[in-house]
């Protein structure tokens, strides 16, 4: 079974950065496609950002420019970073496939103040 644990949020001014962990546990021998999701208070959780095939990256609107995915397999890790928070990036960040096919993890807390 998959086993997902993020990491890395925090509390930050708007214009800041942060670097999410995600680390990967049981069930796949390498990762190619894998997901970052976020759900803010009262919203539902929605999808942020993907890469597939190891190389293809897909960002919402409104994080496109800001935010980077990446993988790196020799630590079974993947990785978020994101630069030039806003408020409206607040919220509780998971990782998972793109199709949200694995448990979820706990999530990491990401709070933006202005």
């Known amino acids: 079974q998959v086993h997902l644990v993020e990491s890395g949020g925090g509390l930050v001014q708007a214009g800041g950065s942060l670097r999410l962990s995600c680390s990967v546990s049981g069930g796949i021998a390498r990762l190619l496609n894998m997901a970052w999701f976020r759900q803010a208070p009262g919203k539902q959780r929605e999808l942020v950002a993907q890469i597939t095939y190891g190389r293809k990256t897909e960002y919402i609107d409104s994080v496109k420019d800001r935010f980077t995915i990446s993988i790196d397999n020799a630590k079974k890790t993947t990785f978020l970073q994101m630069n030039n928070l806003k408020p409206t990036d607040t919220g509780v960040y998971y990782c998972?496939?793109?199709?949200?096919?694995?448990?979820w993890g706990q999530g990491t807390q990401v709070t933006v103040s202005s």
């Open positions: 998972n496939g793109p199709g949200a096919s694995y448990a």
